[in-house]
């Protein structure tokens, strides 16, 4: 029989998004939360930068909205970026008063500079932001009463009650993965919030942990939600390039605070791309590595902080001088291999203001989130402060509908009966592996129409060969992660072939130049997929 759970407020995925929405609706109402893993499996968690709040008296609120604006290449929803913006300071008090302790100097709090930024206007705990936010939070969640946390729960599919009979379209909970004892639950809800992160696990070399395989949007895509703006994945520039670094990220502020780009053989090349130098817009600095790293033919480029006194980059970047020093790497007296890596997923889920999905009941905050806010391309430190200011608004949204009368439901049962154990997991393996490596050599940060053609119909492959294995088989992490995976490399690809221009991050040989008329592109759910069909569930 299927376990069962039931509560108010269902959050699945235990990010900064996820854990600060949590404690903030606690008050008021039952709240479980799913985390994959546990707390160092959210992206969240490995955030380096900081967040982006303008505190500097010489800096404004309309210089913010302006970087982010000029960042978006022209995508951005001014009064999201307003909205944003405006509640950036609330959300840093509400940190602050959870206890996260940002760097100070002098008695001040410590701002860094990030690239696209016109002033020092990142607030951080060191290099390790994301770390002191998660734990920090983490500790209050597992402290609340209020508050259920599960860990190694991996959501299947949301409930949405228009797919069982005369039911209106509502989401009312999710099947979930118990990833312990290998058997699916029904978490039953009220209200879902899809805190899920990102979908950066899709390409062969990310910055992400490989928690990051988009199962909020893949999800939110079957439930018949539209998705927008796939085509903009933001590669970071400067991923340490070493074979036992396992994607660890060279946060932007040490280019912020004076890090030159250079060749193996010391030439500084930024001055040929961009005016602002390593200060540019990521899409900027990554296309310049890129075309650097194919056109010299060689495996990286490196990242200069040498000049800097060591006192000051040892205190300044902790984790990385760390890290890099396992690895035989002092970056106090050389510089740092880095290549880009695929870092951030700038579409998603579409919401209004509040989180609000298409489906009634279901809300989406954080990266698995289109919000408006990030546009064709993400301004640095804007990802922590989008997961805390629309956390608030879906709880605020929430708090206001606690009220209205549940609707009387009861999820049918996960049925196994029909299915076996897989005798061919391996195949499982191979899959995911040319799946990412595919979109890696055709979807990647240059592109061409043939290209993406290519990924297409390597794509419809794959979508047939997993469409048996989980219609046939009992369901394992490694195949619900496929699953999406698989999603979200079409969800990818169909908006580039949609994007007949090049802006901001997607980047089209075939067409090179900007249209004069911006516009989001956005899928609408309504085709019939193979991997549409739920595992048979019984009756």
């Not at 996820?18 to 799913?34: D, I, Q």
């Not at 939600?225 to 970071?236: P, S, W």
């Not at 629309?390 to 009368?405: K, Y």
């Not at 995976?485 to 802006?503: C, K, T």
Request: glycine share 8%; net charge negative; with cysteine.
């Amino acid at each position: 029989m299927t376990q069962r759970f039931s509560t108010d407020v269902l959050i699945i995925g235990g990010g900064s998004a996820g854990l600060s929405a949590a404690l903030n609706l606690a008050e008021h109402a039952r709240v479980t939360v799913l985390c994959k893993g546990d707390i160092e499996s959210a992206s969240s968690h490995w955030a380096q930068g900081g967040v982006a709040v303008v505190t500097d008296p010489e800096d404004s609120l309309r210089s913010h909205i302006d970087d982010t604006m000029t960042a978006g290449a022209g995508l951005c929803d001014p009064e999201i970026v307003a909205y944003t913006v405006g509640h950036a300071r609330e959300t840093i008090d509400q940190l602050r008063s959870w206890g996260v302790n940002f760097d100070e100097s002098d008695n001040e709090i410590h701002l860094t500079r990030e690239g696209g930024h016109s002033f020092r206007r990142i607030m951080h705990v060191a290099d390790a932001t994301g770390k002191a936010i998660t734990e920090t939070l983490t500790q209050h969640v597992l402290d609340h009463p209020g508050i259920e946390l599960f860990n190694d729960r991996i959501a299947i599919d949301l409930i949405n009650l228009s797919k069982f009979g005369r039911h209106a379209n509502r989401c009312a909970g999710a099947y979930v993965y118990n990833r312990t004892t290998s058997h699916v639950e029904v978490f039953q809800a009220r209200f879902v919030i899809l805190a899920t992160g990102g979908a950066s696990k899709v390409y062969l070399y990310t910055s992400n942990p490989d928690s990051s395989t988009g199962d909020g949007i893949a999800m939110a895509w079957r439930a018949g939600c539209r998705i927008a703006n796939m085509e903009f994945i933001q590669f970071h520039p400067t991923c340490l390039f070493h074979p036992h670094a396992k994607s660890f990220l060279i946060s932007e502020a040490v280019r912020g605070e004076g890090g030159i780009l250079r060749l193996p053989d010391g030439e500084r090349f930024m001055e040929r791309y961009d005016a602002r130098l390593e200060l540019a817009p990521r899409d900027v600095v990554a296309r310049a590595i890129d075309h650097e790293i194919k056109r010299l033919g060689i495996d990286c480029v490196y990242l200069d902080i040498t000049h800097r006194p060591r006192e000051f980059i040892e205190n300044h970047f902790p984790t990385i001088t760390q890290r890099c020093m396992e690895l035989g790497i002092d970056i106090c007296r050389e510089p740092i291999p880095v290549v880009p890596a695929a870092h951030y997923t700038c579409g998603g889920v579409v919401v209004e203001q509040s989180g609000r999905s298409d489906i009634p009941g279901l809300y989406a905050i954080g990266e698995v989130s289109c919000t408006g806010l990030h546009g064709a391309n993400r301004l640095a430190s804007n990802s922590l402060l989008e997961c805390l200011v629309f956390g608030r608004a879906a709880d605020n949204d929430i708090l206001q509908r606690l009220d209205e009368p549940a609707t009387e439901f009861s999820a049918p049962h996960w049925d196994e009966s029909k299915v076996t154990d897989s005798d061919e997991d391996v195949v499982i393996a191979h899959n995911w592996e040319e799946l990412r490596r595919f979109m890696w050599d055709y979807v990647g940060i240059v592109r061409t129409d043939k290209r993406l053609q290519r990924a297409l119909r390597r794509i419809d492959l794959l979508k047939q060969e997993v469409h048996e294995y989980y219609s046939h088989f009992r369901v394992s992490n490694d195949l619900i992660e496929l699953r999406n995976l698989i999603h979200i490399a079409e969800l990818i690809v169909r908006s580039a072939l949609a994007r007949q221009e090049s802006r901001g991050l997607h980047f089209n040989l075939d067409h090179p130049e900007p249209l004069s008329r911006p516009a989001d592109t956005i899928l609408f759910p309504g085709y019939v997929d193979q991997l549409d069909v739920l595992h048979p569930i019984a009756s």
